[in-house]
């Protein structure tokens, strides 16, 4: 039993990592995917847009298809689709192909998203401990490998297809060798399980055609103001701190692609410690204390005389932000487990949430972008904060009823544990 769980954790965890990485060498490398196709300024950000809408839209399709199929099988089968979609994104020559490949990417990243985030929520709430920030951290390590191989791309000048071929060639295999360890902690089984497939997705369907009913989404309202706040800080710093830093704050260009490599390091280390911090003092404490510092961060960004204290502000925001998404997932879990204690009513929660995950990355860029044009930058930076620290508020729907499954001071009843784990 404590071996399946394991391996689960383990396999899961490199698919955040894959995902990771896939990621980060497509955003970093926004630039030249432009030059290769020719793709003008007036175009950019409509194929730019295109891939947060799809991905929202293959999130609100998970949905549906987890009803029929194992979130395991809808992970192992999205994220080659997501690798693939980026060569294709490398290796086309026509704007009509990176349309197309953009699209699979997108659609593919928001059933990639979705289904990862639900295994991660049912195998914590097997663990009965908070795990979830792990996930994540692997996550922001691929983020932090991905950004290095473009950087490497871009510094030798490869093609593109040259520089996300050995990664797909090491990642595609490795993913679905590492799928058939992946737990389905609330459906009772494991990615291996054949009885998953066939007429056992439809006898899922049957019992699962009112998949979170029981939570709807004014009761959900709470989390997904928070996932769209904290993205809405995220692409924030993503897009904006090169150029606030060096227009705002008059780094030099070198420095100013310092700031989210800080940031980036900051959220992985975050990640990696933030488990330890819901278990000793619980879910609550960790999102209010994470909001504080993250609003704090905009705060010294926003006032900053110069570039070594901006670096300083960003480097708060990533510790900061880093807690806020990873707990939000694991929130909506735990509230659907308790308000509807159907098979998969976690996972349309966590399905639901996601959504909101890109309209805060669609929102936060051009807003920061408009404000700034508008007013100034330094004054658009204080519209995040503020967003972040309306977290305070909506700081209790993080808690369980004995704040169970993200941590807490006690632990999960060994009942409830076993229900999350029964015939794993």
């Not at 954790?9 to 995917?33: C, H, K, M, N, Y």
């Not at 994540?136 to 991905?146: F, W």
């Not at 925001?317 to 509807?340: H, I, K, S």
Request: net charge positive; hydrophobic share 50%.
């Amino acid at each position: 039993m404590t071996d399946v769980l394991r391996h689960g954790r383990t396999s899961l965890a490199f698919g955040f990592f894959a995902q990771g990485v896939a990621f980060a060498l497509l955003v970093t490398r926004i630039p030249a995917i432009q030059d290769r196709y020719g793709v003008s300024d007036a175009l950019l950000p409509v194929f730019l847009a295109a891939v947060p809408i799809l991905a929202g839209v293959g999130s609100v399709v998970s949905e549906r298809l987890v009803r029929r199929v194992r979130p395991s099988r809808l992970l192992r089968w999205s994220q080659p689709v997501v690798l693939l979609a980026l060569l294709g994104v490398g290796a086309g020559d026509r704007v009509a192909v990176l349309a197309v490949a953009l699209a699979l990417f997108g659609l593919a990243v928001g059933a990639l998203d979705a289904s990862m985030n639900m295994l991660g929520v049912s195998l914590q709430r097997a663990y009965g401990r908070s795990i979830m920030l792990g996930f994540h951290a692997a996550y922001s390590l691929g983020g932090i490998l991905g950004a290095s191989l473009a950087w490497a791309g871009a510094h030798w000048d490869l093609a593109l297809w040259v520089s996300y071929l050995p990664v797909v060639v090491v990642l595609l295999p490795a993913a679905l060798v590492g799928s058939r360890w992946y737990v389905d902690g609330d459906r009772g089984g494991v990615a291996g399980d054949e009885s998953a497939s066939g007429g056992g997705g439809g006898g899922g369907s049957g019992s699962g055609g009112g998949v979170g009913a029981g939570v709807g989404f004014k009761m959900l309202l709470p989390l997904c103001l928070v996932m769209t706040f904290a993205y809405i800080g995220d692409s924030t710093v993503s897009n904006w701190s090169a150029k606030y830093l060096q227009d705002v704050l008059g780094s030099s260009e070198q420095l100013a692609t310092v700031p989210y490599n800080v940031y980036m390091v900051t959220t992985l280390v975050g990640r990696a410690v933030g488990d330890f911090g819901v278990r000793r003092f619980g879910a609550v404490a960790v999102v209010r204390g994470g909001a504080v510092v993250a609003a704090g961060g905009f705060a010294v960004v926003a006032s900053a005389p110069g570039a070594w204290v901006g670096m300083l502000g960003f480097t708060l925001l990533g510790l900061g932000l880093c807690v806020l998404v990873p707990q939000t997932f694991a929130a909506a879990g735990r509230l659907a487990a308790e308000r509807d204690g159907r098979p998969g009513a976690s996972d349309a929660a966590v399905a639901r949430l996601n959504v909101f995950n890109y309209v805060g990355f669609l929102v936060g860029s051009p807003l920061v972008g408009a404000l700034g044009d508008a007013w100034s930058y330094r004054g658009a930076m204080l519209v995040p904060m503020v967003l972040v620290l309306v977290t305070v508020v909506y700081a209790r729907s993080f808690e369980g009823r004995v704040d169970r499954y993200g941590g807490g001071h006690e632990r999960p009843r060994t009942a409830d544990v076993g229900r999350g784990s029964n015939g794993l």
